[in-house]
């Protein structure tokens, strides 16, 4: 199962940071974000990934095309032009990166990548948030309700849009960055069948907007209820938290 992230947007609540990289790359402690994001799904045994690149992309692509060499012990023979790898730290990812366009929104991003998805059911996070959530009961979830797609959902506190859930743990309304009090919102980590690319229209298709609402009036939308750690990175206050977490070996959500 393919696990596609979200990581071409260009982060403005974050520009004292993203004015130099791509939000997914900003460290936590001494990782991006997006690394921490891929070593979660590894975790549970999901390592192939599809990352949705827009604003300053090739830095993305360079810290994967040079990750073997900075992540291993190497001498550099400079007489014989020869270079040498002592320890290396390998990892069991496949990683795909795709340009999705700078200005495209998020349902645009996804339906870029419809050729490279060729299983029936995919993952789709954000590229600026973490949880400690396990991604394979996350599965069963939404195998389990056949439904068309599952999103995970979280209550951070009142500055995200919110959904409506019955007793059913369906959501019969999605309604994205409006004001409300802190209850359930979209917090990532879903689930989804390929047929949700049946609702995604154009590079101007915002998911969180006509595509979840409609799958919410058709009943095709469930939430998968997490009440552990979930944290996305959406401001400087928020990257210095996660940064103190991690310096506190508190971070909740580095489970390897």
Same mark, same amino acid.
């Given at each position: !199962? ?15 940071? %993203? $004015?130099?990289?791509?939000?997914? /790359? ?15 799904? %590894?975790?549970?045994?999901? =390592?192939?990934?599809?990352?949705? #690149?827009? *604003? ?10 040079? *990750?073997?060499?900075? =992540? ?5 023979? /400079?007489? =014989? ?23 495209? /929104? ?15 059911? +995919?993952? #789709? ?15 069963? +979830? ?47 980590? /879903? ?7 049946? *609702? ?19 009943? $095709? ?9 979930? $944290?996305? !990175?959406?401001? #400087?206050?928020?990257? =210095?938290? #996660? ?14």
């Amino acid at each position: !199962m393919k696990v596609v992230i979200l990581a071409g947007g260009f982060g403005t609540r974050i520009s004292e940071e %993203s $004015q130099k990289l791509p939000k997914p /790359m900003i460290e936590i402690g001494d990782k991006p974000i997006l690394w921490h994001i891929i070593k979660e799904y %590894s975790h549970y045994g999901f =390592n192939e990934f599809i990352i949705c #690149l827009g *604003y300053k992309q090739q830095i993305i692509k360079e810290y994967f095309s040079n *990750y073997y060499l900075n =992540n291993s012990d190497i001498t550099f023979d /400079m007489k =014989n032009n020869d270079i040498i790898v002592h320890k290396t730290c390998s990892e069991p990812w496949k990683i795909t990166l795709v340009d999705t366009g700078l200005y495209t /929104m998020t349902g645009g991003r996804i339906k870029r990548i419809k050729e490279y998805i060729k299983d029936d059911t +995919f993952l #789709l996070t954000y590229g600026d948030g973490v949880c400690d959530i396990n991604i394979k009961d996350l599965v069963k +979830f939404h195998k389990s309700h056949k439904k068309l797609a599952t999103v995970t959902a979280v209550q951070p506190g009142g500055k995200f849009g919110a959904l409506s859930i019955d007793d059913s743990d369906k959501i019969t309304s999605f309604v994205e960055k409006s004001k409300e009090d802190g209850g359930w919102i979209n917090g990532g980590y /879903m689930v989804l069948s390929t047929k949700v690319f049946d *609702y995604l229209k154009d590079d101007s298709t915002v998911f969180e907007k006509e595509p979840l609402e409609k799958l919410a009036k058709e009943g $095709q939308l469930v939430a998968y209820k997490y009440d552990g750690f979930w $944290q996305c !990175m959406d401001t #400087l206050k928020d990257k =210095n938290y #996660l940064d103190k977490l991690l310096e506190n070996n508190e971070a909740p959500w580095i489970k390897w």
